[in-house]
């Protein structure tokens, strides 16, 4: 059975920055392209990021894109999230997701990418 | 950027009723569209992917249909675990974008 375990999260002010884990288990990590999907209080899903599984293509919502990178650990069976240049908007349950995504060294191909597992979500707060 | 807008927001239904939620997508997507539920403080769920093929273990009760710009999630007789928010998720213009509709409530009536 697939597990994923998401830490990390907490209380930061706006400018600042936080790094989000995800620990994954049960499946082989690097065969896998990772997400991350957040949700504003009283709000929707929101898609943040994906990444492939060797790591070298990376996606970004245009919300995070130049604040946010991705990265992976395949050793460690670990996914990461850092933030950076933090706003109140970016305030919510960030969780992070297994993807059905078919990607090469380059690119990631179309028709594809969806997420068939989750964890359950860390909670940051953007706040002074 | 595709648009998704899910309707109704809020849907009120009886247990053992049925239930059809709607996706309607800013332009065409083909098939490529997945649904998800999501109960609060719990992860979210897989239901259906490629528009209409259920996820591995998801009851048969859950059924999905549609192509192009309108889509549907139909549940029918709803058992009490099926009270939740779901959302649509299209993967057409992926990458660089997947976007989510805004949700759809159901809630025991």
């Known amino acids: 059975e697939v597990h994923l375990a998401e830490s990390g999260g907490g209380l930061v002010q706006p400018g600042g920055s936080l790094r989000l884990s995800c620990v994954v288990s049960?499946?082989?990590?690097?065969?896998?392209?990772m997400g991350w999907v957040r949700q504003a209080p009283g709000k929707g899903l929101e898609w943040v990021s994906v990444?492939?599984?060797?790591?070298?293509?990376?996606y970004y919502a245009d919300s995070v894109k130049g604040r946010f990178t991705v990265s992976r650990d395949n050793s460690r069976n670990t996914l990461y999230l850092q933030m950076s240049s933090l706003r109140a908007d970016d305030t919510a349950v960030y969780y992070c997701?297994?993807?059905?995504?078919?990607?090469?060294?380059?690119?990631?191909?179309?028709?594809?990418?969806?997420?068939?597992?989750w964890g359950q979500g860390t909670l940051v707060t953007v706040s002074s | 950027e595709i648009v998704l807008t899910q309707s109704p927001v809020t849907l009120s239904v009886s247990p053992g009723e049925s239930a059809t939620l709607s996706c309607r997508a800013s332009?065409?997507?083909?098939?490529?569209l997945a649904w998800y539920q999501h109960k609060p403080g719990q992860a979210p769920r897989l239901l259906i992917y490629?528009?209409?093929t259920r996820a591995t273990g998801v009851p048969a009760r859950f059924s999905g249909r549609g192509s192009g710009t309108e889509f549907a999630l139909t549940i029918s007789s709803l058992q009490s675990e099926d009270f939740a928010v779901y959302y649509c998720?299209?993967?057409?213009?992926?990458?660089?974008?997947?976007?989510f509709g805004g949700g759809t409530k159901v809630e025991i009536k």
């Open positions: 490629a528009a209409s």
């Open positions: 997701a297994k993807a059905i995504a078919y990607c090469d060294t380059t690119t990631c191909y179309t028709g594809y990418n969806w997420f068939d597992s």
């Open positions: 049960g499946l082989t990590f690097s065969d896998h392209a």
């Open positions: 990444i492939s599984g060797v790591g070298g293509v990376t």
């Open positions: 998720q299209q993967y057409n213009n992926w990458p660089p974008l997947l976007t």
């Open positions: 332009q065409s997507i083909s098939n490529n």
